[in-house]
């Protein structure tokens, strides 16, 4: 089986896939801190660096559709945390609500806070989406690696880049061996397997880890990590990082 | 190199004497046990020398303690005897020569390859034996050219065949230009094509060669010595077509089909 779902589209060429991937993960932390540090209610502000990230992924050729629908990914994750805080919150009360022995209210605060989250936060995915899709993951790992990142973390996320697909390989032949020998097995006992499969996958992945520890190893592996650079900054770098950097800041002063 | 009279099994007497004398010894060992942390004693009492330019077929039914014996060549396992690698004893202040002298090909691709692009995983020995930049990509580019993937660079491991995996798990220790490539079951999940390629490329390949397999047609086109272990016990070592021809030898030890 193959799998290239984690960075799909990164192999498109644009204007924005072929930038340093260093200035590609500044300019996204800056797009992310600028939402960030803008205040609730700015609505105006985040239609503004939308229409910002718009243009960013027509330029990158990258389909508008897609990232909108990979964006969606994150969303169930943000609203079940939010969720609760418009019950919680102190202030005007929008609505009251009687559900079985609790009285619950909403009020506008409340909501205010709660559109304010979901909003910078499907802003943010959109970004890091935008980036993941015209990034390959081994340049994103190059730049990290290039900002200062600690070596030992990159190589941790490179093997989990590695060997995701390998798991997710493992995972499907078990349950196809789980499939091929349960028939009308329901409910309970379902789940007791399930528990087995997971358990024997992290026993796999432990010796697996082992195993590669071993092949490293043998091929002179000291405890230190070694890479080539092979990245080039170049000047349409440069200029790039500066005009979305100044676009940030003159969209979230003008519209503030 | 030590002027001492060598008996080989390979049949050395038969080039000439000289060159038998001048033969160097790429492995020693001498007595050598091995139990894992679990009690399981896979190794008992394995003496064992292989001359440089030797290629020797290590071969033995499903847990005789092959891989046992292979993890030994390079001092990722230790057990209670030195084993000594081109005069080298493996101890803790030569591993790193002797892991650039042996290259240890494992017999999942999967585990030797564990870096994003193939050239990462070709460059990763020579950079940790500390070469500069351009001699390292000069050694990919070599390593890479040798099994006959130039211009793979840059793909990622998991998306290759299985034929190509091993190829690439191949380059990764070329890259390192050791003088013994130690192979673990190379054949393994190979179809007959690309078993046939690999067969090809690995003889083409200049260095001695030990090789742990239990494909024996493999052996006898490689290998012109052949080492039985069963149950962690040499039982058998000498000349290929002799041991391939004893018939009754290859059944006991699991090598031959039960009739």
């Not at chain 1, 300019?27 to 243009?55: E, K, N």
């Not at chain 2, 050598?32 to 039914?61: C, M, R």
């Not at chain 2, 390292?136 to 070599?142: D, T, W």
Request: charged share 20%; with cysteine.
């Amino acid at each position: 089986m193959r799998y290239s779902f984690l960075d799909q589209f990164s192999d498109l060429d644009s204007f924005i896939h072929r930038l340093d991937p260093r200035t590609k993960l500044v300019s996204c932390l800056a797009f992310i801190l600028a939402i960030v540090l803008t205040p609730p209610g700015r609505w105006q502000v985040f239609l503004g660096y939308f229409s910002l990230l718009l243009i960013l992924i027509i330029i990158s050729k990258v389909p508008v559709f897609y990232v909108l629908k990979r964006s969606l990914v994150i969303l169930p994750f943000v609203v079940l945390v939010s969720l609760f805080i418009p019950f919680f919150k102190e202030g005007e009360v929008a609505g009251s609500y009687n559900l079985w022995l609790w009285q619950v209210s909403v009020t506008y605060t409340g909501l205010a806070i709660l559109g304010n989250v979901v909003t910078k936060a499907w802003l943010c995915v959109l970004g890091l989406i935008l980036l993941s899709a015209t990034t390959g993951i081994t340049d994103l790992l190059k730049g990290l690696e290039g900002l200062g990142i600690p070596r030992v973390i990159v190589l941790i996320l490179s093997f989990m880049y590695r060997y995701i697909f390998v798991v997710v390989d493992e995972a499907m032949w078990m349950r196809q061996a789980w499939h091929s020998r349960s028939f009308g097995n329901k409910g309970l006992r379902q789940i007791k397997t399930l528990g087995n499969i997971i358990g024997s996958l992290f026993v796999r992945s432990y010796e697996r880890g082992e195993r590669v520890y071993v092949a490293m190893l043998a091929r002179g592996f000291d405890g230190k990590v070694r890479t080539l650079h092979s990245l080039t900054f170049r000047k349409a770098d440069f200029y790039c990082g500066g005009l979305w950097f100044i676009l940030l800041v003159v969209t979230g002063v003008f519209l503030w | 190199m030590r002027r001492t009279l060598v008996y080989s099994p390979c049949g050395y007497w038969g080039i000439s004497m000289v060159e038998a004398i001048e033969k160097a010894k790429a492995i020693e060992i001498e007595n050598l046990s091995f139990s894992y942390p679990d009690g399981h004693q896979a190794l008992k009492n394995i003496t064992l020398t292989i001359y440089l330019g030797e290629t020797v077929a290590i071969v033995g039914p499903n847990g005789a303690g092959k891989s046992t014996l292979l993890l030994h060549l390079n001092g990722i396992l230790r057990g209670n005897s030195v084993v000594k690698i081109m005069g080298l004893p493996v101890e803790e202040k030569n591993l790193k020569e002797i892991r650039c002298k042996v290259g240890l090909v494992f017999q999942e691709p999967e585990d030797q390859l564990f870096s994003p692009t193939v050239f990462e995983d070709v460059a990763f020995g020579p950079m940790n034996m500390g070469y500069s930049e351009v001699e390292v990509r000069e050694r990919v580019a070599q390593a890479l050219k040798w099994v006959g993937m130039s211009g793979y660079e840059g793909r990622s491991s998991h998306h290759l065949s299985v034929g190509e995996k091993k190829r690439i798990a191949i380059a990764t220790v070329l890259s390192m230009s050791p003088e013994l490539l130690v192979l673990d079951e190379p054949t393994s999940n190979l179809d007959p094509r690309s078993k046939g390629a690999l067969t090809k490329l690995l003889k083409h390949l200049p260095m001695s060669k030990i090789i742990a397999s239990h494909d024996l047609e493999l052996v006898r086109v490689l290998c012109p010595r052949t080492v039985v272990i069963d149950g962690g016990v040499t039982m058998a070592d000498g000349e290929t077509t002799s041991i391939l021809s004893d018939y009754s030898l290859l059944k006991e030890h699991g090598l031959a089909p039960e009739d």
